[in-house]
């Protein structure tokens, strides 16, 4: 099943919280930011463990791994890395591999539930009716073969953004 929630991402409960990173995984502005502040200290030295390890480059874009949920009321923190919009450049694919990544790592982790930002639309641009298109697709095509993902959530920040992602939704 597929919601739509305004809110805040950082306040729901479910087994996974998926974030917007920034390829260091050190936390930035934006959902990474809150998730970051909100889930305290346990989550940067998770992601600095990965950096330290397998990750020292950082995260590639579309990617996804998973951390601890610190203090947000989550077992897991999947960090995915969007792509920044181009109006040259069709970085749709990768926004796309950032849902259906983050999806399976979530099913890897045992996950039923699972709640989303709208990847790649804050600081790096992507046009929200595209977004929500490409967001919304993936999700349903992902889910529809991981029958262990029982609710996938869209936890749209304000009601603009609501209102793009409830009328792609209707077109599904």
């Known amino acids: 099943m597929i919601e739509l929630v305004l809110g805040d991402i950082t306040t729901q409960h479910v087994d996974v919280i998926v974030n917007a990173a920034n390829s260091s995984l050190l936390g930035g502005g934006g959902v990474d930011g809150a998730i970051h502040r909100k889930g305290g200290p346990e989550i940067l030295a998770a992601c600095r463990e990965l950096r330290a390890g397998h990750y020292g480059g950082g995260l590639k874009t579309g990617h996804a791994v998973a951390t601890t949920a610190g203090r947000l009321p989550a077992k897991w923190v999947v960090h995915t890395v969007g792509p920044v919009w181009s109006a040259t450049n069709d970085h749709s694919p990768l926004l796309d591999a950032c849902y259906r990544n983050s999806l399976k790592l979530a099913a890897d ?22 977004a929500a298109a490409i967001a919304l697709t993936a999700v349903a095509e992902e889910t529809a073969n991981s029958p262990g993902i029982t609710t996938a959530r869209f936890v749209l920040f304000d009601q603009p953004a609501y209102d793009v992602f409830e009328r792609a939704f209707s077109r599904l």
């Open 109 to 130: 982790l045992g996950a039923h539930t699972i709640a989303f930002p709208a990847i790649s639309t804050g600081i790096y641009g992507w046009p929200l009716d595209s």
